[in-house]
C-alpha cells in the first residue's frame, strides 16, 4: 500500500500568505461592486422602460457564456500589444503608450476583478429583479402619500423587504467568487509574480503540476472556514423573514 497524503498548510509561505490576500481583495472587491451595480440595474429594469424585456435579455448574456470563453475575451482586451481599450485611450490622446494589463501586479489583480465583475453582476441583477418585482406595489403608494421622497421609499420599503433576497444573493456571489477557478487559470495561470494566485489556483497548481497533493489539498481545505461564513451570513439574513412577515419563520 502506498504512503497516505499528508495534509500540510504552509502558511509559512510567502505565496500561500499571498494567494488568501489575494483570495480576500479579489472576493471583497468584486461582491460589493456587483452588488451595487445588480441593485442598480434591477431598479432600473423594474421601472417602466421601453424595450425593457430586450435589455433584461442583453444583461444576461455575460452570464451565460461559457467562463473559458470570457476569460480568453478579457486576454485579448488586456493584450499588451492589442488591446482595443488602449488602442482606444491612445487615439483619445490620453496615454503615450499601450498599458501592461496582465503585466503588472495590480493591474492584473484589478483587471481579473473587473472581469469577474462583468461576468457576475447579471446574476445579481436579475435575482434582485426578481424579488423587487415580489413587492407589492400598494406600498410605494402608501408611502408617497405619506409624503416619502425616492430615497425614503428604497431604505424603510424596499430595502428591508429585499433583504432576504439580498443574503442569498451575496451568499452565492461570495461562494463563486471566493473558488473562482477557470477565469483566473485561463486569464493570467496565477501571474504575473503570484500576485492573482487564488487559493483554489494555488490549490490545483501545488497538487496537479507540482505533485504536492498533501499541500494542495490543505489549501483546499482552508477555503472551507471562508465559506461556511458565507452560508452562515445568507442563514441569518434570512431570519429577516420572521419579522417581516410579522410571525415565526417556520
Same mark, same amino acid.
Given at each position: 500500500?502506498?504512503?497516505? /497524503?499528508?495534509?500540510?498548510?504552509?502558511?509559512?509561505?510567502?505565496?500561500?500568505?499571498?494567494?488568501?490576500?489575494?483570495?480576500?481583495?479579489?472576493?471583497?472587491?468584486?461582491?460589493?461592486?456587483?452588488?451595487?451595480?445588480?441593485? !442598480?440595474?434591477? +431598479? +432600473?429594469?423594474?421601472?417602466?422602460?421601453?424595450?425593457?424585456?430586450?435589455?433584461?435579455?442583453? #444583461?444576461?448574456?455575460?452570464?451565460?457564456?461559457?467562463?473559458?470563453?470570457?476569460?480568453?475575451?478579457? !486576454?485579448?482586451? =488586456?493584450?499588451?500589444?492589442?488591446?482595443?481599450?488602449?488602442?482606444?485611450?491612445?487615439?483619445?490622446?490620453?496615454?503615450?503608450? =499601450? #498599458?501592461?494589463?496582465?503585466?503588472?501586479?495590480?493591474?492584473?489583480? *484589478?483587471?481579473? +476583478?473587473?472581469?469577474?465583475?462583468?461576468? &457576475?453582476?447579471?446574476?445579481? %441583477? $436579475?435575482?434582485?429583479?426578481?424579488?423587487?418585482?415580489? $413587492?407589492?406595489?400598494?406600498?410605494?403608494?402608501?408611502?408617497? $402619500?405619506?409624503?416619502?421622497?425616492? !430615497?425614503?421609499?428604497?431604505?424603510? /420599503?424596499?430595502?428591508?423587504?429585499?433583504?432576504? #433576497?439580498?443574503?442569498?444573493?451575496?451568499?452565492?456571489?461570495?461562494?463563486?467568487?471566493?473558488?473562482?477557478?477557470?477565469?483566473? =487559470?485561463?486569464?493570467?495561470?496565477?501571474?504575473?509574480?503570484?500576485?492573482?494566485?487564488?487559493?483554489?489556483? *494555488?490549490?490545483?497548481?501545488?497538487? +496537479?503540476?507540482?505533485? %504536492?497533493?498533501?499541500?494542495? %489539498?490543505?489549501?483546499?481545505?482552508?477555503?472551507?472556514?471562508?465559506?461556511?461564513?458565507? #452560508? *452562515?451570513?445568507?442563514?441569518? &439574513?434570512?431570519?429577516?423573514?420572521?419579522?417581516?412577515?410579522? &410571525?415565526?419563520?417556520?
Amino acid at each position: 500500500m502506498g504512503r497516505p /497524503v499528508q495534509l500540510h498548510l504552509p502558511l509559512g509561505d510567502s505565496v500561500t500568505r499571498l494567494a488568501l490576500f489575494n483570495t480576500l481583495f479579489y472576493t471583497a472587491v468584486a461582491s460589493v461592486i456587483k452588488f451595487a451595480l445588480g441593485l !442598480w440595474l434591477a +431598479i +432600473i429594469l423594474n421601472e417602466h422602460i421601453p424595450f425593457k424585456t430586450f435589455f433584461r435579455t442583453v #444583461i444576461l448574456l455575460p452570464y451565460i457564456v461559457p467562463t473559458a470563453l470570457s476569460a480568453i475575451a478579457f !486576454w485579448w482586451i =488586456y493584450d499588451s500589444q492589442f488591446s482595443i481599450i488602449s488602442w482606444g485611450l491612445m487615439k483619445m490622446g490620453l496615454i503615450d503608450s =499601450y #498599458i501592461d494589463f496582465l503585466g503588472d501586479p495590480w493591474n492584473a489583480r *484589478l483587471s481579473t +476583478i473587473v472581469a469577474n465583475i462583468w461576468r &457576475g453582476v447579471p446574476f445579481v %441583477a $436579475i435575482t434582485l429583479l426578481a424579488g423587487l418585482q415580489t $413587492i407589492s406595489p400598494s406600498l410605494y403608494e402608501a408611502a408617497a $402619500i405619506d409624503g416619502a421622497s425616492g !430615497w425614503q421609499r428604497f431604505r424603510f /420599503v424596499t430595502l428591508p423587504l429585499l433583504t432576504p #433576497i439580498i443574503a442569498v444573493v451575496m451568499t452565492f456571489s461570495v461562494l463563486f467568487t471566493f473558488t473562482d477557478f477557470q477565469l483566473i =487559470y485561463v486569464l493570467t495561470r496565477g501571474g504575473p509574480l503570484n500576485a492573482t494566485h487564488l487559493m483554489a489556483t *494555488l490549490s490545483f497548481q501545488r497538487a +496537479i503540476p507540482g505533485g %504536492a497533493l498533501g499541500e494542495g %489539498a490543505a489549501i483546499a481545505i482552508a477555503m472551507v472556514p471562508f465559506l461556511l461564513a458565507s #452560508i *452562515l451570513f445568507s442563514y441569518f &439574513g434570512l431570519q429577516r423573514r420572521a419579522w417581516q412577515q410579522g &410571525g415565526n419563520d417556520t
